[in-house]
């Protein structure tokens, strides 16, 4: 009994994070016109305090550049081993080794979107470490403001985006991109 109380509680919550993301998307989705996007209202960055502390972060330890070097930044910040990571992200446990080793390595958005979430980044600094793998969550794909929601929302276990994902996009975490 306890079982299928608990999975319906879950299954409830879940629905609810869905609910919200839907809203979410609502509110921010841009469509795209002829190949140009509409115009819209957007926060000024540098008013916003995670975005000063993310600044100062990146001037503090030499505003890197490459994915490599800003994926380190980060992952020392959490003060957190690197195979409690690479285990959170799905990813092997040789990961950063491969990722130090590697000159200019170029990560797919999937594996950035994971790595913000396993080093719990918000949604500044998860925008730092998707500019320097080439990538940026668009307001005019639904599955980018998913995850801009989660990011947003410090909401970071992959299953429940997969789920999100899954309903309101009918896509995965393995196929964004």
Not at 47 to 60: G, I, Q, R, S
Not at 87 to 97: C, H, I, K, Q, V
Request: charged residues 30%; glycine residues 4%.
């Amino acid at each position: 009994m306890f079982f299928r109380s608990s999975k319906k509680k879950s299954q409830k919550k879940l629905d609810e994070l869905c609910t919200q993301a839907d809203i979410f998307i609502q509110v921010h989705f841009v469509r795209e016109r002829n190949g140009e996007h509409y115009k819209f209202n957007t926060l000024s960055l540098k008013d916003d305090p995670e975005w000063t502390a993310v600044e100062k972060l990146l001037a503090e330890n030499g505003n890197p550049e490459s994915f490599s070097d800003t994926c380190q930044l980060f992952l020392r910040r959490t003060g957190k081993d690197e195979t409690i990571i690479a285990d959170r992200a799905g990813l092997e446990n040789g990961y950063f080794t491969k990722l130090q080793n590697t000159d200019f390595y170029r990560p797919s958005k999937q594996e950035t979107v994971l790595l913000c979430l396993a080093m719990r980044l918000n949604i500044e600094e998860a925008r730092v470490l998707l500019k320097s793998a080439g990538y940026t969550l668009s307001n005019s794909e639904k599955s980018d403001l998913v995850i801009r929601y989660f990011l947003e929302n410090q909401l970071y276990k992959t299953s429940d985006l997969d789920y999100v994902l899954n309903k309101l996009c009918e896509t995965d975490l393995a196929s964004i991109g």
